[in-house]
């Protein structure tokens, strides 16, 4: 009897349609948080709002490539994530707006939109929060074979957060088919993360033997095709993966932040 072999994860390839479905989606989530933007200042919005304006690329490349049925955990700053693993646009401001219609029923609001059928586990107010739910899901699906991959994405700030080292450990211990996407946007609120968090980020993950890579979080083909190879990766039972995302965030740390003097370099 031939001995069976685990097939090798192929490699992403980007042509015309891939590109151009890039640039949809990273617009779709524009738009989306624009209007975002000015319903809140309309005062038609409850409650306050962090946008994803600047950070389109990450999203966009990491979910363009999972699988539907891939699972995603989000964080404050989550609109995008949501979007682009394929929630409704009508259902995601019925939500914000507080509607019935909404994902959650209008009770979850701008930082708690979960989407069970697009595999969106949630996203979560506190930081670092939803790493052990996405080291869970990844654990579930280890258990049942299912091929799937869970992706946690989550902001600088979370690198101050003891939870994600105990789930990276675990994770990296049992081989989980879990992303660890790490947004780096450079502000955790209103200071450089050079200010809270020491060393390099990357060296973190590779203490725990993680596969780490660090990009350019707005080349949006460079983060599908990092995020593809670990992903197949991790799907072929290689274990977890440590991605950060150099990207910048283009407004304050929430709708209402409007002097942004912070972003200037100190002279």
Avoid at 18 to 47: C, D, H, T
Wanted: glycine share 10%; charged share 20%.
């Amino acid at each position: 009897m031939a001995r069976a072999t685990k097939s090798k994860p192929q490699a992403a390839k980007i042509d015309a349609e891939k590109w151009l479905r890039f640039y949809k989606q990273m617009l779709k989530i524009r738009l989306f948080e624009e209007q975002v933007n000015q319903l809140y200042l309309s005062a038609k919005m409850p409650g306050l709002a962090h946008l994803y304006i600047g950070q389109e690329a990450v999203a966009v490349g990491v979910c363009e490539a999972l699988r539907l049925d891939d699972y995603i955990t989000s964080t404050h700053r989550g609109h995008g994530h949501c979007l682009a693993k394929g929630a409704s646009i009508d259902r995601m401001f019925a939500e914000l707006l507080g509607k019935e219609s909404g994902y959650c029923r209008g009770k979850g609001g701008s930082m708690h939109i979960a989407d069970q059928d697009t595999g969106n586990l949630g996203a979560n107010a506190i930081v670092a929060g939803s790493a052990g739910i996405a080291t869970g899901a990844a654990m579930s699906a280890k258990m049942r074979g299912s091929k799937q991959v869970a992706v946690c994405f989550f902001g600088e700030g979370a690198l101050g957060q003891g939870l994600l080292y105990e789930v990276i450990n675990m994770a990296s211990l049992w081989k989980l088919p879990i992303l660890y996407v790490c947004e780096n946007n450079q502000y955790n609120e209103y200071t450089h993360y050079r200010e809270t968090t020491a060393g390099d980020p990357a060296a973190r993950a590779q203490a725990f033997g993680m596969e780490t890579a660090s990009i350019d979080g707005q080349d949006v083909g460079l983060v599908y095709t990092t995020t593809h190879r670990l992903a197949e990766r991790a799907r072929h039972g290689e274990g977890p993966a440590f991605l950060i995302c150099d990207t910048y965030r283009y407004h304050g740390h929430h709708v209402g932040d409007i002097n942004r003097s912070y972003y200037r370099p100190k002279k």
